[in-house]
């Protein structure tokens, strides 16, 4: 029978499930991988059952989601503008607003994770009841073992670790560091030893337990959980675990462990799931270890996408014939074998509709020249789908240069090529198309002054 988890169990660092199937989505994975470790390991002690600073609680999806006493959504799927959570993260380190409000901040990849959860819809993942209904500990929480020794139990507890069973009708202890982890050092190890044969879920993350601390670790044979993340932990402290042959799970984020240790991951026989996001392990040796190991879970953090070429532009202009912007790569249109390029879909439409009031005024550019780059008198802009590349001195001018004027007769200013008009075979610019409309409705009044 399932045994329902105490208090104990559910704050002691449940931090991922299994993602099952080819087919699972992108924003569950970042859940269980990137976002639920940061949060625990982050944001927890403020924001959590024990404490909700600024009315925020964070270790349960309503209130999440819903946020604090901003009365601003924390979490709002898809969009980062409105998630508090995105806003506050990603503010400048001495911002009064930004979280974590103090150092540690979140890295770079912290951050990216959670934001790009958030934009993939912000799936949810309930930990403690998937961990359990999945039956991942039901078969050690079955384990009979006599009771743990009280005092043992109290002396942990009165250093500020939580430390009782796992579940209802068991005596299979966990003890976690968690609320007191900076003052959690290698002193509070040896009384472990006392519980070995109750104790299998094990946190000390972010505490300044050292390499040579672990060695009280050694014979604790029945752990099947160990965190150590966050901690300064090495290659030589994993050495000590290398006898712990019922560990199923092992989270090593934030440490120091590096290729070499793999080694001594390599002697767990059950080990199921290990973490190595943001070790000195490369990625080329996780990468290898995973495959050697199939049956091992090797998370070594998530990487974004690389960031795909934006599409060059076939179009013969760079700017747009009707505004004088730079053209957009997705509104084109291709007319007598030309493809015409517009900044606009607005535009595009105007042209659709009489291109031969428009053809006239597309400035034809031969020679390719990349994003970015200086249009010279002649050359092609390729402009990507964002549309960042601005119209250029030098372009302008060459478009200014088919006009018959460079100045125009109203304003005495220089030609736009946006605004130019046809009268008695010429072809006259103008500055605006307020200048443009006095010239149509007086044309003889002011081509006088239409200087070449």
């Known amino acids: 029978m399932i045994r329902r988890l105490s208090a104990v169990a559910i704050i002691l660092g449940l931090t991922s499930i299994s993602v099952r199937g080819d087919d699972a989505e992108t924003s569950k994975e970042l859940f269980i991988k990137s976002v639920w470790p940061t949060l625990q390991a982050n944001c927890f002690k403020c924001h959590s059952d024990k404490k909700q600073k600024g009315e925020l609680r964070l270790d349960q999806k309503a209130t999440a989601y819903k946020g604090g006493e901003s009365e601003k959504p924390s979490i709002v799927p898809g969009d980062l503008e409105k998630s508090q959570m995105s806003v506050r993260i990603n503010l400048a380190e001495d911002h009064d607003d930004v979280m974590p409000p103090k150092k540690p901040f979140l890295t770079k990849e912290q951050k990216e994770a959670i934001n790009k959860w958030i934009q993939t819809g912000a799936v949810w993942v309930e930990l403690e009841r998937s961990v359990v209904a999945e039956g991942e500990d039901k078969e050690q929480a079955a384990r009979e073992v006599p009771p743990a020794d009280p005092a043992t139990l109290k002396a942990l507890q009165d250093a500020g670790a939580l430390a009782g069973p796992l579940a209802q009708n068991t005596n299979i202890v966990g003890v976690n560091f968690m609320r007191v982890a900076k003052d959690t050092n290698d002193t509070h190890l040896p009384q472990l030893q006392k519980i070995a044969t109750q104790l ?34 090495g290659d030589a402290g994993l050495a000590h675990l290398e ?69 060059e532009s076939k179009t013969v202009n760079a700017i747009c014939p009707i505004s004088g912007k730079p053209v957009v790569a997705e509104h084109t249109f291709n007319y007598k074998d030309e493809e015409i390029g517009f900044c606009c879909p607005n535009c595009l439409g105007k042209f659709k509709d009489k291109p031969e009031d428009f053809i006239g005024k597309v400035v ?51 030609v736009d090529p946006a605004h130019t ?17 006095k010239f149509k409705k007086e044309p003889d009044t002011f081509f006088a002054k239409v200087v070449p």
């Not at 478009?399 to 220089?414: E, T």
Request: hydrophobic letters at 40%; one cysteine or more.
């Open 364 to 414: 034809r550019v031969n020679k390719p020249a990349a994003v970015g780059a200086t249009a010279t008198v002649g050359a092609t802009v390729t402009v990507g789908v964002t549309a960042t590349v601005k119209a250029t001195a030098e372009v302008k001018a060459e478009v200014a240069a088919k006009a018959f004027n460079s100045k125009c007769p109203l304003s005495g200013k220089d």
């Open 421 to 437: 008009f046809e009268y008695k075979d010429k072809r006259v610019g103008f500055c605006c198309p307020n200048c443009l409309a």
């Open 243 to 311: 006898g712990l042959a019922n560990l199923e799970y092992l989270n090593l984020y934030g440490t120091k462990v590096t290729d070499k240790g793999l080694a001594s991951i390599a002697k767990l026989p059950n080990l199921k799931k290990v973490y190595l996001w943001q070790t000195q392990v490369t990625d080329a040796a996780a990468d290898a270890f995973r495959e050697s190991h199939a049956k091992l879970m090797v998370d070594n953090g998530w990487k974004p996408p690389a960031k795909q070429p934006e599409p």
């Open 200 to 233: 299998e879920w094990l946190n000390l993350a972010d505490t300044k337990v050292t390499d040579a601390g672990l060695a009280n670790l050694k014979d604790l044979k029945h752990l099947t959980r160990l965190h150590l993340e966050k901690t300064d932990i």
